[in-house]
C-alpha cells in the first residue's frame, strides 16, 4: 500500500543554517506529494506540493523537488528562522485522502 | 471563512465513558475527513465522507469508533467505551473533493484525555 517515512524525529539547528527533511514514499499510481507544517496549537497547513517529476517547488523560503526516481520528496530552507519552529508532515495522496508521516519536530534556537 | 471548526477543543472523558467529537467543514466542501495524531503514530487516516456518504473508513478502529455525516454541515465522531490509549489530538479536514491535487483544509483538533 501507499506509505510514507520520514526519518528524523527531532531536528535543533542554529537561526540561520540550512535544514533539510527527508521524505520518501512507496505507491503504485503517479504520486502527489505535499508538506504540511504544523505550529504549536494551530492546525496543519499546506506548505507546498508536488506532481511534476524533478521541478522545484517553492514557497515561503521553503522548496522542495519531487524525484520520482528515488521516491523523494525533501524539504529544504537555506536559512531558518525561529519563527519555523513547528512540526513538518509530508504526506501522499491516492487521488482522495491524504496518507502521512510521522513527522519531524524542527526546533530554531537562538 | 471561519475554517474547519471543532467542537469542544478539549474534553477529558473517563475510562469506559462514550466522547463524541464535532466537526463543521468548510462551507462547499464535499470531502471530509478525520484524521487521529499523536506523537508516537504522527497523523492517522481514520474515515472519509464525500457529499455527505462515507467512502473509506479503513483507518476507523473496527470496536468502538463510529463516524457520521448527516448533513453538509458537520460530522461527529463518536468513540464509545473510551480506553487511555484513544487520547490523542482528533483532526478534522475538509476539501472541495477535486481529486489528488486538491488542498486540504485542517481544524485545530479536539484533544481527547481519557483518564
Known amino acids: 500500500g501507499d506509505s510514507v517515512t520520514q526519518t528524523e524525529g527531532l531536528v535543533t539547528l542554529t537561526k540561520g543554517l540550512p535544514v533539510m527533511l527527508n521524505c520518501t514514499y512507496q505507491?503504485?499510481?503517479?504520486?502527489?506529494l505535499f508538506w504540511y507544517v504544523q505550529h504549536l496549537n494551530e492546525a496543519p497547513k499546506l506548505l507546498l506540493k508536488?506532481?511534476?517529476?524533478?521541478k522545484r517547488t517553492e514557497h515561503q523560503g521553503f522548496y522542495a523537488t519531487l524525484h520520482k526516481s528515488s521516491s523523494s520528496f525533501h524539504l529544504q530552507k537555506s536559512s531558518v528562522q525561529l519563527s519555523d519552529s513547528a512540526l513538518y508532515f509530508c504526506?501522499?495522496?491516492?487521488?482522495?485522502?491524504?496518507?502521512f508521516g510521522s513527522g519531524t519536530k524542527l526546533t530554531v534556537e537562538p | 471563512n471561519a475554517g474547519v471548526i471543532q467542537t469542544p477543543r478539549h474534553k477529558v472523558t473517563g475510562k469506559g465513558q462514550e466522547a463524541t467529537l464535532w466537526c463543521e467543514p468548510i462551507?462547499?466542501?464535499?470531502?471530509v475527513f478525520w484524521y487521529r495524531q499523536t506523537i508516537v503514530q504522527g497523523l492517522e487516516f481514520l474515515t472519509y465522507f464525500r457529499n455527505q456518504a462515507p467512502i473509506d473508513d479503513s483507518g476507523m478502529p473496527k470496536e468502538r469508533f463510529s463516524a457520521q455525516m448527516p448533513n453538509q454541515s458537520h460530522s461527529t465522531l463518536k468513540i464509545q467505551s473510551t480506553q487511555p490509549q484513544d487520547s490523542a489530538v482528533y483532526l478534522c479536514?475538509?476539501?472541495?473533493?477535486?481529486?489528488?491535487?486538491?488542498?486540504?483544509?485542517f481544524g485545530k483538533g479536539t484533544r481527547l484525555t481519557v483518564v
Open positions: 504526506a501522499l495522496s491516492d487521488y482522495n485522502v491524504l496518507y
Open positions: 479536514a475538509s476539501s472541495l473533493g477535486g481529486g489528488a491535487n486538491t488542498e486540504v483544509f
Open positions: 462551507s462547499g466542501h464535499s470531502a
Open positions: 508536488s506532481s511534476t517529476d524533478n
Open positions: 505507491t503504485t499510481y503517479s504520486p502527489f
